[in-house]
């Protein structure tokens, strides 16, 4: 499937946890499997892929991504 167009944009998370190959944290949007973003973290940029994504409410996703090497 394509990835959803968007515009370049910093949005703030809270992590939830971290392991060797990936990340987990809640975020206000919905991000789709596949996507490509870039995470921010105090030890640099670091390029992943969107695995997983479930909807906790309105505003509140649970994001599981993948650490691109």
């Given at each position: 499937?394509?990835?959803?167009?968007?515009?370049?944009e910093?949005?703030?998370?809270?992590?939830?946890?971290?392991?060797?190959?990936?990340?987990?944290f809640f975020?206000?949007?919905?991000?789709?499997p596949?996507?490509?973003?870039?995470l921010?973290?105090?030890?640099?940029r670091?390029?992943?892929?969107?695995?997983?994504?479930?909807?906790?409410g309105?505003?509140?996703?649970?994001?599981?991504?993948e650490?691109r090497?």
């Amino acid at each position: 499937l394509p990835s959803v167009p968007r515009k370049p944009e910093i949005s703030k998370v809270v992590s939830l946890d971290v392991s060797r190959g990936g990340f987990g944290f809640f975020m206000e949007k919905q991000l789709y499997p596949g996507e490509e973003i870039l995470l921010w973290t105090e030890i640099g940029r670091i390029p992943c892929g969107v695995a997983r994504c479930l909807k906790h409410g309105d505003h509140c996703y649970e994001v599981g991504v993948e650490v691109r090497r």
